[in-house]
């Protein structure tokens, strides 16, 4: 079974510039999220999908943070403009709920570094 | 704030012993719980999960128990191998399958 994908795997962007991510889930999988993990910390929440409706965005910058499921399979998260502390590891993961675990499978995450 | 997380940020185990990470957490209402392994450049892995009306579940080489009574869980790891260095996450799920991550105990195992 494939994995989570996301790209691109890095980015250097300078602040003010826009950035965008994008992220391909586990085949099936109807729920969907971004994270935003910053050095030394844990992941932290800022969307969740199911299939392409939000379920909770309530942490999401939405000034400058927006992220979309159009289809209910691919997802992009998208950042404009960029700020310094912005710069972090995005995380995309997906789960199928319902059976019985709510494990979710994350993907490689794409580092973010602003300038 | 965040509520949960770990009690030490780094752990130093010799390779052969068996190792204790912990896990403290303050939401009484969460209900299901994820240990996840993070390598260096990859997303976090699952380990193993344990749901609040059980107090200790074993998977291969780990264990994880939990106390509601203090609201504490902690992950064991068996005979520490060099792959197992990496950072270790517990995680709380609080509803409609969201999880609340802690801060991380990085793992260094020594040769």
């Known amino acids: 079974e494939a994995g989570v994908a996301q790209s691109p795997r890095y980015k250097i962007i300078e602040k003010r510039q826009s950035v965008a991510f994008w992220c391909n889930p586990i085949?099936?999988?109807?729920?969907l999220y971004w994270y935003q993990q910053i050095l030394g910390q844990g992941p932290k929440l800022l969307i969740q999908f199911q299939n392409n409706g939000v379920v909770d965005d309530s942490q999401l910058p939405k000034d400058r943070f927006s992220a979309e499921r159009l289809k209910g399979v691919d997802s992009t998260l998208k950042i404009q403009p960029a700020k310094l502390e912005d710069s972090a590891v995005y995380l995309c993961?997906?789960?199928?709920?319902?059976?019985?675990?709510?494990?979710?499978?994350f993907g490689p995450g794409t580092r973010l570094t602003v300038l | 704030g965040e509520s949960v997380g770990l009690h030490l940020p780094t752990l130093s185990v010799q390779e052969g012993d068996n190792s204790i990470i912990n896990c403290a957490y303050s939401n009484s209402a969460s209900d299901y719980f994820i240990w996840y392994k993070q390598e260096s450049g990859k997303g976090p892995q699952f380990i193993i999960d344990?749901?609040?009306?059980?107090d200790k579940r074993q998977g291969q080489r780990v264990t994880v128990l939990l106390n509601k009574t203090v609201k504490h869980l902690s992950l064991q790891i068996a005979a520490t191998q060099p792959g197992d260095s990496a950072v270790y996450f517990c995680?709380?799920?609080?509803?409609?399958?969201?999880?609340?991550f802690g801060a991380g105990t990085t793992v260094t195992v020594r040769a």
């Open positions: 995680a709380e799920n609080r509803d409609d399958y969201k999880l609340s």
């Open positions: 993961a997906s789960s199928f709920p319902g059976q019985g675990s709510n494990e979710q499978f």
């Open positions: 344990i749901r609040s009306n059980m």
């Open positions: 085949s099936g999988h109807a729920t």
